[in-house]
């Protein structure tokens, strides 16, 4: 059973509410930092760049984590956590309002309001996170974190895509203005719960005091030093840097060049969610025999079967448009095999007992700079005639250089090394569907003080 009772998962049952908010919380970041709202931003009038800028603001922020970890002393990981998470709820009052007021000709204030209230909403999240994986890591125990996390990732995934199929409902049935306000208010209500549950867990203790001397000493040392770590590191980045703009510029295309509905463009990013889970289901049982390297082949070669059905869709004129639920499915199952056969062999290269650094570092390291290419892409691909709408022309080389980068990336990952056998994988809850999360394990790699070498003795919940 997904939700745990007292006789059917007796040791996973004190935790329960830690499930409860991860569904309720994926009501919540689904919308507010996904497609729901680059629709919305889309619907308001927004040009390329803006949109590439809110979606990409979650990833750019990822260095405001490590920085927030200073109130952790004085605030505990349970604090911090909700401060974060209470924070960003409010900040969906902005484009509830919004399409409350129905306007129909929108205001360039709108938009900007739209872009701050993100940025804010982005902000708090990332305080919040700098603390809720390492808080819920010492608080689970070991021999049941693998089970914890998997429901979590299940629930999160089973949240997105049926509000995602009631979202796309309202927007064939209902105005469309209506609907939005459907959507941002079961976000803010889920905002709600999620902190409603996330505060029924109890804390642990605080840490004494914090030095961040060991990240600042090793992570250039891990990022420029030639190594096995920095050479897959920086395949990583190729790679992130060039998808990370697929989901937000292909659903500003469909909605504002080709002006399909919003209730089309919702379901077939549902799609994107059951190719992830499809992709983990096949390779959970092929792993271990097979190792990560035909996985990370088939991601690349999945990647490039959707830059090739791209590239085919938008020179035909998009009017393919069978192809769409396909490349949907494709993206998330490319997706789900990439994360699934990095988090194991991340596993394989690094040594047991140093692993926690560098790991983090490669999540902070690919997510900062994969943001980073949404932002830069949005301004290639506004429209020349200044409209919302995407640059043909320019979305194809984008496609294009997507499909170098899959046939590049093809070859190098056969000449990395890999042990043969089973490992123990990375299993950090959430990267499979949320990749930022994963930053905020940085917190548990911070040193403490010599002076003070308590450790932490997780409170049970009653």
């Known amino acids: 059973m997904l939700l745990p009772t007292k006789t059917g998962s007796p040791e996973l049952y004190p935790y329960r509410h830690g499930l409860y908010f991860s569904f309720f919380n994926a009501l919540n970041w689904q919308v507010a930092i996904g497609i729901p709202t680059v629709l919305f931003m889309q619907h308001l009038g927004a040009d390329s760049f803006q949109v590439g800028l809110v979606f990409a603001w979650t990833f750019l922020l990822t260095p405001a984590q490590v920085l927030a970890t200073a109130f952790l002393p004085y605030l505990g990981f349970k604090r911090l956590t909700l401060a974060g998470w209470s924070a960003r709820g409010w900040c969906l009052a902005v484009p509830l309002g919004l399409a409350l007021l129905a306007p129909t000709e929108s205001q360039p204030w709108m938009i900007y309001a739209v872009a701050v209230a ?143 509905t919003t209730a089309g463009i919702m379901l077939l990013t549902m799609l994107t969610y059951v190719g992830v889970i499809a992709a983990n289901w096949l390779m959970r ?118 499909l170098l980068t899959t046939f590049a990336l093809f070859y190098f990952v056969r000449r990395l090394p890999e042990k043969t056998g089973p490992v123990d994988p990375l299993l950090q809850g959430g990267w499979l569907l949320r990749p930022f999360r994963g930053v905020g394990n940085l917190i548990s790699f911070v040193e403490r003080s010599p002076a003070k070498p308590e450790s932490a003795a997780p409170t049970k919940p009653e």
């Not at 469309?176 to 079961?186: E, L, N, R, S, T």
Request: proline content about 5%; hydrophobic content about 55%; aromatic content about 16%.
């Open 118 to 260: 993100m940025f804010i909403y982005s902000l708090a999240r990332a305080t919040g996170a700098s603390a809720m994986t390492t808080w819920l890591y010492q608080l689970i125990p070991a021999k049941i974190q693998g089970q914890y996390w998997s429901s979590d990732q299940i629930l999160s995934a089973i949240a997105v895509m049926g509000s995602l199929a009631v979202y796309s409902l309202l927007f064939a049935l209902i105005p469309i203005y209506w609907a939005f306000v459907v959507q941002y208010a079961v976000a803010i209500i889920g905002a709600w719960m999620a902190f409603h549950y996330l505060n029924k867990l109890p804390d642990v203790e605080r840490p004494k005091m914090l030095s961040l001397e060991k990240i600042v000493h090793e992570t250039p040392r891990l990022i420029a030093e030639p190594s096995l770590f920095r050479t897959y590191l920086w395949l990583s980045v190729a790679l992130f840097f060039t998808i990370t703009p697929i989901a937000p510029f292909t659903a500003y295309y469909l909605k504002a060049t080709r002006e399909m």
């Open 285 to 402: 049982s092929h792993m271990d025999s097979q190792g990560t390297k035909p996985f990370f082949k088939l991601s690349y070669l999945l990647f490039g079967l959707i830059a090739a059905g791209w590239l085919f869709f938008l020179n035909t004129g998009g009017r393919w448009h069978f192809m769409l639920p396909l490349l949907y499915f494709l993206q998330g199952a490319a997706s789900g095999c990439w994360t699934s056969a990095n988090l194991n062999y991340l596993a394989k290269i690094l040594p047991d007992n140093e692993r926690a650094l560098p790991v983090s570092i490669h999540g902070a390291v690919i997510t900062f700079l994969g943001g980073c290419s949404p932002v830069l892409w949005g301004l290639f691909l506004k429209d020349a005639d200044g409209t919302a709408a995407v640059n043909v022309p320019v979305l194809q080389i984008f496609f294009v250089l997507l």
